[in-house]
């Protein structure tokens, strides 16, 4: 596969953007250093983070290590620029809970590239960007394919990224990118999980076929496949649980302990079943969160899980 060597798990750090909520002062400066104790060297972040907030606490936890030792892609297709209108509001409406200072402003043109790696090298206090995502183009497509990604292309030849590719939570567009550009990564969330494997159908046998490496994000969906027993209360892509979701969910889990194992062990193990998924990228808000992500990748879970978990319908054989 193409692309750095990101290893089998990342940080993924929007919550140093505060997101939902704000991070403490003195808790934020401890994840960075827990992800690093826990061997995670990838760390995935964008500008839409916080508005530029993720990306600066990133750069800080980041400076004095090694560069050659770790690896951040961050995004472009929303350009921060200053809010004119700026009368002490919080960006919360967006998710996260800093203020409003700045606004995001969609381009995925090759001046928006540009204009947006320009911000993100200067928040994150980098020379160069390891791996550079397009940032949900889902109506920007042709866009992201005629601006976006030529200029991507250039940057890449030129050294200033080492790799580029795109992020986001549908596999259609991905798997057309896939097919018609020089990409060498792609990032799918939520949609090659233990609950919604639609991205086996199209992505996945197109980025194997291409030599692209797949990033798994939102492994858990938002929350549901975060813990042992699936709740009514949890998020399902950002959403409520539908009746039948939560049902399958605690099938799901049913398995999972009568094989002694955990339900977020085995979403967060899944994806790298496939042999396109290089990696996953779990995100967390505390230093507890993170050890205890890197935790779930350590533990063995039995091969008969997944053939009774085949068996009983819940998962789609890999091809």
Same mark, same amino acid.
């Given at each position: ?5 990101? &290893?089998? $798990? ?5 919550? *140093?953007?505060? /997101?939902?909520?704000?991070?403490? %002062?003195? !808790? ?47 995004k472009v297709g929303r350009l921060l620029e200053p809010n004119p209108g700026y009368a002490g509001e919080t960006d919360i409406q967006n998710l996260f809970d800093v203020p409003a ?10 001046? &928006?590239? $540009? ?5 993100? *090298?200067?928040? /994150?206090?980098?020379?160069?960007? %390891?791996? !550079? ?10 866009e992201a394919l005629e601006g976006a990604f030529p200029a991507l292309d250039e940057l890449r030849s030129q050294g200033v990224i080492g790799a580029y590719g795109a992020g986001m ?119 507890a969160q993170i050890t205890a992500n890197a935790a779930l990748l350590a533990v063995p879970v039995p091969e008969g899980v997944w053939a009774e978990l085949e068996q009983e319908g ?6």
């Amino acid at each position: 596969m193409t692309g750095p060597d990101l &290893g089998r $798990l990342g940080y993924g750090v929007a919550a *140093l953007g505060n /997101l939902y909520e704000a991070v403490p %002062d003195e !808790l934020w400066p401890q994840c960075v250093p827990a992800a690093w104790d826990a061997g995670i060297r990838y760390f995935d972040v964008a500008p839409h983070y916080g508005l530029g907030l993720a990306e600066e606490r990133l750069g800080e936890a980041l400076a004095g290590r090694p560069r050659d030792e770790f690896v951040v892609s961050t995004k472009v297709g929303r350009l921060l620029e200053p809010n004119p209108g700026y009368a002490g509001e919080t960006d919360i409406q967006n998710l996260f809970d800093v203020p409003a200072t700045r606004r995001r402003v969609l381009d995925y043109s090759r001046d &928006g590239v $540009l204009r947006s790696l320009e911000g993100s *090298l200067e928040r /994150l206090g980098l020379d160069r960007i %390891d791996l !550079l995502l397009v940032h949900d183009p889902d109506d920007h497509v042709e866009e992201a394919l005629e601006g976006a990604f030529p200029a991507l292309d250039e940057l890449r030849s030129q050294g200033v990224i080492g790799a580029y590719g795109a992020g986001m939570n549908q596999s259609a567009a991905l798997t057309r990118f896939v097919r018609e550009t020089d990409l060498d990564v792609v990032m799918l969330a939520g949609r090659y999980t233990l609950l919604d494997q639609s991205g086996a159908t199209d992505l996945l046998p197109a980025a194997l076929e291409r030599g692209v490496a797949v990033i798994a994000a939102a492994v858990f969906n938002s929350g549901l496949l975060a813990t042992d027993r699936p709740s009514a209360s949890a998020h399902f892509d950002y959403g409520a649980v539908p009746a039948a979701v939560l049902e399958r969910a605690s099938r799901l889990a049913d398995v999972a302990e009568r094989h002694g194992v955990r339900l977020p062990e085995l979403a967060a193990q899944f994806p790298l079943r496939h042999p396109a998924v290089s990696t996953v990228v779990l995100g967390a808000a505390t230093p507890a969160q993170i050890t205890a992500n890197a935790a779930l990748l350590a533990v063995p879970v039995p091969e008969g899980v997944w053939a009774e978990l085949e068996q009983e319908g819940l998962l789609e054989p890999i091809l």
